[in-house]
Every structure is written in C-alpha cells, then in structure tokens.
C-alpha cells in the first residue's frame, strides 16, 4: 500500500512537470527587454548548443525534477524549443519599447556564419545572438522540499550585418532557489531563467553595441 502511494506522488509530481495541469506561462508574461533605446531593425537569435541535456527532446530541455525514489525526469518545454521559446521572450521585450524586431528559429548547434546574414538579408540593422552553453535547472525532490540548483552558461553578442563581432559577454554561474510547490516545474524553469537571460542582455558592452 506504501508503495502504490508513492507511485501515486510520483504520477501527480510527473503531472506537473509535464505542465498538464496548470496554464503555461506565454513569452509575452515572460518578456526580456532592453535597457535603453536600441537600434532598430535588431535581429534576434538563439542557438542552443547544450550537450549535456537529456530526455528525448534535448532542444526542449529546461531540467529535471528528482520524483520519488531520486528517479530523475526530465522537464520539457510541450510546445517549442527551449531556443524558440527565448527568442520569442526577447523579441517580446524588444518591441515592447518600440524597436522593430527580425527573428530567426535557429536548428541546435546553428553557427553565425548560418545567423547573420538570414537576419541580415530580413534588414537588421545589427544582430543580437544568444547561445545556450550549459543552461538547466535540477528541482529538488517534491517531497524533501529541499533548495534546488540553477545551473547557467551563456553568451551573448552583437554582430554587424557582415558577421563582424561588436560585443560579447558570458555569465556562468551555479546558485540555489526554492521552488513553489503550487505552479508546475516547467513555469517556474522559464521565470526563473528569465532574469538571469535579462541581465545577460544587459551587460553595458551588449547595451552600448545595440545603441541606436
């Protein structure tokens, strides 16, 4: 009977990280927005070039949560790839404040040389890349309610039309955060990402490349 309850946990644990019982948050309500004016057309892409992600859509990948018997299951984005779904929250928060917007869906792995000039050949101006190195959330167990980890490895730059590199900057980082037992693990994943992604594209050396 101790058995068959715990696989019950587990199952209600697994609905929530499948995010099938509660609302999705949208790239509007997580929007990434510039600090300051930018120029405008900005394209904007991301490449996800994570290698240690795992579950059977890696390009989906936003971490894992330990269920019961430390078993780890993978959270997945049920709708878009975890590079679509930041280009969506940046592109969200560009034109927020006003700027014209050109994006790219990018395959995992995608280069510059493949980025630039489709956004290039779109008309922007300049080119805001972001690629995902090693950026994954491991949930604590629901049942010890222990911290969880964020793990975050990522660079941004700013490219001219021709490709030539106008600033870069990495943030790479571990740290702990509590997750909220009411909300599922995937919407927690994304808000919890989202200011870290904020402040990657709001280094001073990104700002100042993107000014108008």
């Given at each position: 009977?101790?058995?068959?309850?715990?696989?019950?946990?587990?199952?209600?644990?697994?609905?929530?990280?499948?995010?099938?019982?509660?609302?999705?948050?949208?790239?509007?309500?997580?929007?990434?927005?510039?600090?300051?004016?930018?120029?405008?057309?900005?394209?904007?892409?991301?490449?996800?070039?994570?290698t240690n992600t795992t579950g059977?859509?890696?390009?989906?990948?936003?971490?894992?949560?330990?269920?019961?018997?430390?078993?780890?299951?993978?959270?997945?984005?049920?709708?878009?790839?975890?590079?679509?779904?930041?280009?969506?929250?940046?592109?969200?928060?560009?034109?927020?404040?006003?700027?014209?917007?050109?994006?790219?869906?990018?395959?995992?792995?995608?280069?510059n040389a493949e980025i630039v000039?489709?956004?290039?050949?779109?008309?922007?101006?300049?080119?805001?890349?972001?690629?995902?190195?090693?950026?994954?959330?491991?949930?604590?167990?629901?049942?010890?309610?222990?911290?969880?980890?964020?793990?975050?490895?990522?660079?941004?730059?700013?490219?001219?039309?021709?490709?030539?590199?106008?600033?870069?900057?990495?943030?790479?980082?571990?740290?702990?955060?509590?997750?909220?037992?009411?909300?599922?693990?995937?919407?927690?994943?994304?808000?919890?990402?989202?200011?870290?992604?904020?402040?990657?594209?709001?280094?001073?050396?990104?700002?100042?490349?993107?000014?108008?």
């Open positions: 009977m101790a058995s068959l309850s715990k696989l019950r946990l587990a199952a209600a644990a697994l609905c929530l990280a499948a995010c099938s019982c509660v609302s999705l948050v949208t790239p509007e309500q997580t929007a990434i927005a510039p600090q300051g004016k930018t120029v405008s057309p900005v394209g904007i892409a991301v490449a996800d070039h994570r059977m859509r890696k390009d989906r990948y936003y971490g894992r949560v330990r269920l019961s018997y430390g078993i780890p299951t993978p959270i997945l984005d049920p709708k878009m790839a975890a590079a679509e779904r930041l280009t969506r929250q940046l592109e969200a928060g560009f034109r927020s404040q006003g700027a014209e917007v050109r994006t790219l869906v990018t395959e995992p792995f995608a280069k000039p489709a956004l290039a050949g779109q008309g922007a101006s300049k080119v805001l890349l972001v690629r995902l190195d090693d950026v994954w959330i491991d949930f604590a167990n629901p049942i010890g309610g222990r911290d969880s980890i964020l793990y975050f490895d990522a660079t941004a730059q700013v490219l001219d039309p021709a490709g030539r590199v106008l600033a870069t900057t990495t943030r790479r980082f571990e740290r702990n955060f509590r997750y909220d037992a009411k909300d599922s693990f995937f919407n927690q994943a994304v808000r919890t990402l989202q200011p870290e992604f904020a402040a990657l594209v709001g280094q001073p050396s990104i700002r100042r490349a993107l000014a108008p």
